[in-house]
């Protein structure tokens, strides 16, 4: 099992940027698929970005392709998320997640942390 918080959300305008971190623990961090997921309310938690393992493939849902990018530090054990041009619709609560090895989904969440984008 790996623990994750997250941090770096917080209140925005539109068009501004966000970086948030995502700091694990406990498992090896070069054991797990790493993804990005947000809930906004009363919507379905939806798949945001996700990077393999060795960081050689990344995944973005349509709507923030070209305007959020993830990566990871294994030095730190740490996932990101720059976000920039944000929209109000970006707004909701970020959650980290992780997803050991062979497994088939993810299976570690952080806490979650809030995006505001206002207009």
């Known amino acids: 099992q790996v623990q994750l918080v997250e941090s770096g959300g917080g209140l925005v305008q539109a068009g501004g940027s966000l970086r948030l971190s995502c700091a694990a623990s406990?498992?090896?961090?070069?054991?797990?698929?790493m993804a990005w997921f947000r809930q906004a309310p009363g919507k379905e938690r939806e798949f945001v970005a996700g990077?393999?393992?060795?960081?050689?493939?990344?995944y973005y849902v349509d709507s923030v392709k070209g305007r959020f990018t993830v990566s990871r530090d294994s030095a730190k054990n740490t996932l990101y998320l720059q976000m920039s041009s944000l929209k109000p619709e970006d707004t909701a609560v970020y959650y980290c997640?992780?997803?050991?090895?062979?497994?088939?989904?993810?299976?570690?969440w952080g806490q979650g942390t809030q995006v505001t984008v206002s207009s």
């Open positions: 997640a992780a997803r050991y090895l062979t497994k088939a989904s993810y299976d570690d």
């Open positions: 990077i393999r393992r060795g960081g050689g493939r990344i």
């Open positions: 406990g498992r090896t961090f070069g054991s797990y698929d």
